[in-house]
């Protein structure tokens, strides 16, 4: 499962870094409304070297339009059910020392309705069981508006992988981790680079550039 997972995410990050990345940064900002993200606020969302400390970048932040392309790979499930009213898809990848690998995706939408809508549809249809089926759920704390995290050991000699979903406002983040080796991820560490994530999201849609990183 671990190679598997490693696989699929260097997938999307490369099939996006395709596409290249641009578009101006717009914010309705400062008020504490769930506004809808710009292509390069998605970009800027996504933790890049900098916000990752010891870990190593495999894919850069990227961001794309979300079209039919897209869609079947953010939404793989039937009629790409959950990207309605998506407008941009990101990803960014990243690799330690340990052989565990990250992926973090986005998808922003065009309303905080769209995003809240396609929660649990993406969740119960997909993003739940990239762990395994004999994964487990776990705690993550009070992050985002809306979140869900299982961590399972499904490879073939019990590699862990885990995921974690969180909405904040507008947009969806998924936080993909997976190890070659027993032992090269936990909850804990799950737990922090979700976390990391879901305020970086809440700094772009309060209009601030995204800073929150990693303890060193």
Known sequence: MAM?????????AAALLLAGCGGGAESDSGNGRAVALTKEQ?????????????????APPTAVVMDKLYRSQACPIKGNAGCENARFFGASTFRH??????????????????????????WD??????????????EIGLVGDER???FGSSGFSGEPGAVAQIRVGTALLWTEAASADKGGIDEDGVRDLATMLAER????????????ALDG
């Open 4 to 12: 598997r997972n490693y696989r699929w995410c260097v997938a999307i």
């Open 42 to 58: 998605v970009r800027e969302t996504l933790p890049d070297g900098e916000a990752m400390t010891g870990w190593k970048e495999s």
């Open 201 to 212: 999201a809440r700094q772009a849609q309060n209009g601030d550039a995204p800073s929150a």
């Open 125 to 138: 249809g997909y993003y739940g069981k990239v762990a395994g089926q004999r994964a487990k759920t776990f």
């Open 148 to 150: 869900d995290a299982r």
């Open 97 to 122: 020392d340990d052989a565990a690998t990250v992926t973090f995706l986005i998808i922003a939408y065009g309303s905080e309705q769209a995003a809240r809508d396609a929660y649990d549809v993406l």
